[in-house]
């Protein structure tokens, strides 16, 4: 397996959400956090069907542990480029002090090694102070270099 770096943290939005949504009577919230990724378990060429693990460590922005987060994506189509451009459909779980958040969501790699481009997520669920949460997400790059990383902001409804 090999690994590489990922998952540096920052969480800035609480649960607490500001208003009510129009449509469910139910909060609204803003969470948002930071990603540097520390663990990649794909094959540099993957095919069709397989799987792979990422993930790492969660951290506020002073760099205190708050939680993990890891991903668990299915390889559903790569290209015959050099590297191979790499799409899959992934669930992630981010594990935070107050709960966890539940994910799912496409994403396309220009190539494993360079993380993939920006892409929206679902918010599926939860646990504890997330336990009712739905919405959507996207997650921007935020690495440089060969560092991958990615700003996840997310827009929770909670009833």
């Given at each position: 397996m090999q690994v590489q770096?990922?998952?540096?943290?920052?969480?800035?939005?609480?649960?607490?959400?500001?208003?009510?949504?129009?449509?469910?009577?139910?909060?609204?919230?803003?969470?948002?956090?930071?990603?540097?990724?520390?663990?990649m378990s794909a094959a540099a060429s993957p095919v069709v069907g397989s799987g792979f693990v990422s993930?790492?460590?969660?951290?506020?922005?002073?760099?205190?542990?708050?939680?993990?987060?890891?991903?668990h994506c299915g390889v559903v189509a790569v290209s015959v480029a050099v590297p191979p451009a790499v799409t899959t459909h992934c669930t992630s779980v981010f594990r935070l002090g107050d709960g966890e958040l539940h994910l799912s969501g496409r994403r396309h790699y220009r190539s494993i090694a360079a993380g993939f481009d920006d892409t929206a997520v679902a918010v599926t669920g939860g646990t504890g102070a997330y336990a009712n949460a739905r919405g959507e997400g996207r997650a921007v790059r935020a690495g440089s270099g060969a560092e991958v990383g990615y700003r996840f902001t997310f827009t929770l409804v909670t009833d």
């Amino acid at each position: 397996m090999q690994v590489q770096p990922w998952l540096v943290v920052a969480l800035t939005g609480a649960l607490a959400g500001a208003g009510a949504a129009a449509d469910t009577g139910g909060r609204e919230a803003t969470v948002e956090v930071l990603s540097k990724r520390t663990l990649m378990s794909a094959a540099a060429s993957p095919v069709v069907g397989s799987g792979f693990v990422s993930g790492g460590e969660l951290l506020d922005a002073q760099g205190a542990r708050v939680g993990d987060g890891f991903s668990h994506c299915g390889v559903v189509a790569v290209s015959v480029a050099v590297p191979p451009a790499v799409t899959t459909h992934c669930t992630s779980v981010f594990r935070l002090g107050d709960g966890e958040l539940h994910l799912s969501g496409r994403r396309h790699y220009r190539s494993i090694a360079a993380g993939f481009d920006d892409t929206a997520v679902a918010v599926t669920g939860g646990t504890g102070a997330y336990a009712n949460a739905r919405g959507e997400g996207r997650a921007v790059r935020a690495g440089s270099g060969a560092e991958v990383g990615y700003r996840f902001t997310f827009t929770l409804v909670t009833d």
